[in-house]
């Protein structure tokens, strides 16, 4: 494969908006054109990431919508729906179709809007990203998922509900420094434990919130890319499955597709974990973040909890994880926040990041979770 | 050995009637929930029905308090992961359980639940 590099990203304002989804991603794609400094019609094709569109919008074949509203009308578009790791997947097959030599300048993200639909409805819809047969019927919800794999986590490893509101009150933490996060407001351990139980034993500090939002990236083959001037290079983009069932999940305690999709980005950029100067990791409940470091290799089945609690995924800490804010304090437009994570990667390996910068990050890994547990993207970003 | 595999509509209908029904693999032996076409373990499609008596401890379980539209009116409610006796594990509604005497690891058994036209895997006392 040709080697593959980001040359330009945008982010809209994450929170509450009163424009289309398609209009988000056509802001966040705007910015991502003038970041990279191309002309809009070196843009050979659109990957576009949306979810619930359908149901919240009553809009579907988004991908030419999307495409009309940048200008753009005549170029190839293709959506894509993997639940939250979305426009994660998206960019995966972006990154194949300037390997494989297809086209030299392609965009990809997504975009989600969910909040101006009643919270009930909102959870219903992503709820649809469960099995219908088995699980749907139950009431089972997104929060009662990883409620589940966070009982299933204390039970064998003894983590515990502290270790988890550790997670949320850091990513707030960081969010405060991040002018696109939906919360930019430091919580307090308190807060996170005396808040009401969403599904035990998750509480609503523990979750992250319904976000509309766009983001965006440009990707250009390496004979493009060396003609701009800070490229982020794309060292691996993989994905993993693992079973839709939740009565099939071997061990309720991990994530195989973490697992797998991690080592596999691993082998092909020849790093490992260690090399890993910053991650954005899809900590859509705190246990997820947990999970996440641990099947990511930064720490050893059960050390994540201890790893939150100790502060060694804070900035200035061993591994910084979600330094942007997380999709806690960020905030998660289902549909964009791959792309949103890959923009703030790619944000700083260049070294851009302002108050919210790690020192030297010259590595830096995304993780995207979709589902049940059923979809993971991990890529790995350099800057050379 | 037989090519009927399971659908989805054929074992729901048995657990309507108070029935689980799992899949054994004749080749490999490997136990499934169906529908599955093919062995997950051996790659095989020789499928052969056998009951499931329906006895479990709980792997895992939840409270949900904010619902999903449609099931607004039932909070609070438990759903739990149940690991079968024979091996295999169905997620399932708890039933007649006082929800603060759940735990991993608490004996249960099937019981089918009907809330208006679906049916449902559910779990009481054992």
């Known amino acids: ?384 | 050995m037989t090519d009927e595999v399971v659908n989805l509509k054929d074992f729901f209908a048995e657990v309507r009637a108070g029935r689980l029904t799992a899949i054994r693999c004749s080749q490999c032996h490997e136990l499934a929930i169906p529908p599955k076409e093919f062995c997950g373990s051996c790659g095989k499609r020789a499928w052969e029905s056998v009951p499931l008596a329906g006895h479990g401890t709980i792997a895992s379980f939840t409270v949900i308090r904010v619902a999903p539209r449609g099931h607004v009116g039932q909070t609070p409610y438990a759903v739990a992961v149940v690991r079968l006796a024979e091996g295999v594990s169905l997620l399932g509604r708890v039933t007649d359980l006082p929800l603060e005497s759940l735990r991993v690891g608490l004996p249960v058994r099937f019981r089918p639940l009907v809330i208006g036209a679906e049916t449902l895997i559910g779990f009481g006392p054992a």
Request: net charge negative; aromatic share 6%.
């Open chain 1, 1 to 384: 494969m040709r080697r593959v590099a980001v040359i330009g990203v945008g982010v809209t304002k994450f929170g509450k908006h009163d424009r289309t989804s398609t209009e988000l991603f056509a802001e966040a794609a705007r910015d991502a054109v003038v970041d990279a400094g191309v002309e809009p019609r070196a843009i050979q094709s659109l990957y576009y990431g949306n979810v619930t569109g359908g149901e919240s919008e009553r809009q579907l074949h988004m991908g030419p919508l999307a495409a009309s509203l940048l200008g753009l009308p005549t170029i190839p578009t293709t959506r894509f729906e993997n639940a939250c790791a979305t426009s994660h997947a998206a960019f995966r097959h972006a990154v194949m179709e300037i390997g494989a030599g297809v086209s030299d300048v392609v965009l990809v993200g997504g975009a989600e809007r969910i909040l101006h639909v009643p919270t009930e409805h909102a959870t219903e819809y992503f709820a649809y990203c469960s099995d219908a047969s088995f699980e749907q019927p139950t009431g089972l919800t997104f929060p009662g998922v990883f409620a589940l794999i966070a009982r299933a986590h204390m039970d064998k490893y003894g983590t515990t509900e502290e270790q988890m509101a550790h997670v949320a009150v850091k990513n707030h933490r960081h969010g405060v420094h991040n002018p696109k996060a939906q919360f930019r407001k430091e919580i307090s351990l308190e807060t996170v434990l005396k808040s009401p139980y969403v599904a035990d034993p998750l509480k609503l500090f523990d979750c992250c919130p319904f976000t509309d939002g766009g983001a965006a990236v440009i990707l250009a083959s390496e004979e493009v890319a060396r003609r701009m001037r800070r490229p982020v290079w794309v060292l691996a983009s993989e994905a993993a499955t693992d079973t839709m069932f939740m009565h099939e999940k071997r061990d309720l305690s991990r994530v195989t597709a973490t697992e797998r999709a991690a080592a596999a980005a691993y082998r092909r950029a020849g790093r490992g974990p260690e090399d890993v100067d910053v991650v954005e990791l899809h900590d859509c409940f705190t246990i997820a973040e947990i999970v996440a470091t641990e099947g990511l290799g930064l720490f050893e089945p059960g050390m994540g909890g201890p790893a939150a609690e100790k502060g060694w995924t804070s900035i200035g800490g061993k591994f910084p994880v979600n330094v942007s804010g997380g999709l806690k304090s960020k905030g998660h437009p289902i549909g964009a926040t791959g792309a949103a994570q890959i923009a703030e990667i790619v944000t700083q390996l260049r070294d851009e990041a302002g108050p919210r910068q790690v020192s030297g990050a010259r590595t830096g890994l995304t993780h995207t979770l979709g589902g049940n547990t059923a979809t993971v993207l991990v890529s790995l970003f350099g800057r050379d």
